[in-house]
């Protein structure tokens, strides 16, 4: 048994790889793809840039962007053998479709196989595309509508909305998408990006990877939060008092529940990426003429910081801009692939450039070593 200082459970602030594509400080509360702030990406890059910037460590000029356009739209079509089995699944759970989607890509392309690197690249273009197709044609037909076509004049942000609603998305909620988007590209090492790491570094395919990052994903302990803040707030309805919802909170901490949307495992201050959903949900409210869900939402954050100084984290704001934009509660952790799958990709393109097995070892913890076996009739 090792008499070393034991990592912290979860393997909390255990560094287990180097990278060179996010950068997180969770006591300044700074989030930076390739050294861009999160920030100045929020307010002023696409998600097509962004997507550029995790594949290539550089923002693009405006040829290559255009070139990135233009690929993921010709991606961006699902084949009909994807969309026969969509119809055939049982329509329970959208992770489970999208995991399982998702691998069936994988028989339908041709390059599965190839790990050379601009196979891989071509691979992560196409996933990016096809997985908001996905997730987009999936919510579209459990509320008893047809698939939709993509439209190549609208960006990544706008087709998503286009295919899932039928409506082509004005330009609020489209900016408002897109920087949803831009906000949940990458996270360092959280579950599923470690997880797509893992299973890349063995040098299975990149579909395969994916799929492991979905899974992981699934997990309430990772993905669905901002489902849970939604739930709370629908629980209150519309025409709750503030009253109602100040006692309510008040009781649920002296109770010590964990209010979701709130603390997180890296930040110390407020989750920057929470700054800019807060504001998309009030201006969403606004232009929808409801305000109810941020006024809600302000107050419990009000709350919760003063009464436990814990921060909102991305979710808490995300499920109301969500909601706003007239996206299906169970939706929201598929959303959340349709966005991180460019950050999976990315992680999983770097692991693949300089590879090496992740193997990591135990802290053994069980019976001393050497036990006695007994013969069987002695037991």
């Known amino acids: 048994m090792s008499t070393e200082a034991k990592p912290k459970a979860g393997l909390e602030d255990v560094v287990a790889a180097t990278s060179a594509i996010c950068y997180l400080d969770g006591d300044r509360g700074v989030l930076a793809y390739y050294g861009y702030d999160i920030h100045d990406l929020a307010r002023g890059a696409s998600f097509e840039e962004v997507c550029y910037l995790l594949w290539h460590g550089r923002m693009p000029n405006r040829a290559e962007l255009g070139d990135l356009q233009s690929q993921l739209a010709a991606a961006r079509p699902l084949p009909e053998s994807i969309l026969r089995l969509m119809k055939q699944l049982p329509a329970n759970d959208g992770m489970d479709m999208l995991r399982t989607l998702t691998s069936a890509l994988g028989q339908y392309d041709a390059e599965a196989g190839d790990n050379s690197q601009p196979a891989n690249y071509r691979k992560a273009v196409r996933l990016t595309a096809q997985i908001a197709s996905i997730v987009a044609t999936y919510g579209r037909m459990k509320n008893g509508g047809g698939p939709i076509d993509p439209d190549p004049a609208l960006g990544h942000a706008a087709n998503f909305l286009y295919m899932l609603t039928g409506n082509r998305p004005n330009p609020l909620a489209t900016r408002a998408f897109d920087i949803a988007l831009v906000l949940h590209a990458d996270h360092e090492l959280n579950a599923s990006t470690f997880a797509a790491r893992v299973a890349a570094a063995t040098l299975t395919d990149l579909y395969s990877a994916i799929v492991g990052a979905i899974g992981a994903l699934k997990g309430p302990l990772h993905g669905g939060a901002n489902a849970e803040v939604m739930k709370m707030l629908l629980d209150f309805g519309?025409?709750?008092?503030?009253?109602?919802?100040?006692?309510?909170?008040?009781?649920?901490?002296?109770?010590?529940?964990?209010?979701?949307?709130?603390?997180?495992?890296?930040?110390?201050?407020?989750?920057?990426?929470?700054?800019?959903?807060?504001?998309?949900?009030?201006?969403?409210?606004?232009?929808?003429?409801?305000?109810?869900?941020?006024?809600?939402?302000?107050?419990?954050?009000?709350?919760?910081?003063?009464?436990?100084?814990?921060?909102?984290?991305?979710?808490?704001?995300?499920?109301?801009?969500?909601?706003?934009?007239?996206?299906?509660?169970?939706?929201?952790?598929?959303?959340?692939?349709?966005?991180?799958?460019s950050g999976w990709t990315a992680h999983c393109l770097e692991q693949y450039a300089n590879n090496r097995l992740i193997r990591p070892r135990t802290d053994y913890v069980g019976p001393q070593h050497p036990q006695t076996l007994l013969p069987l009739d002695q037991r």
């Open 238 to 341: 519309a025409t709750a008092s503030a009253e109602k919802v100040e006692s309510t909170i008040r009781e649920k901490l002296a109770r010590k529940e964990k209010i979701p949307g709130f603390g997180h495992r890296v930040y110390n201050t407020e989750d920057p990426r929470a700054t800019h959903l807060r504001r998309m949900s009030r201006e969403l409210g606004e232009k929808a003429g409801n305000t109810r869900w941020f006024e809600m939402s302000r107050r419990i954050e009000q709350l919760v910081t003063g009464e436990k100084k814990l921060f909102p984290n991305v979710d808490f704001y995300s499920a109301s801009t969500y909601y706003t934009l007239g996206i299906d509660i169970d939706l929201f952790t598929p959303i959340f692939a349709v966005s991180r799958i």
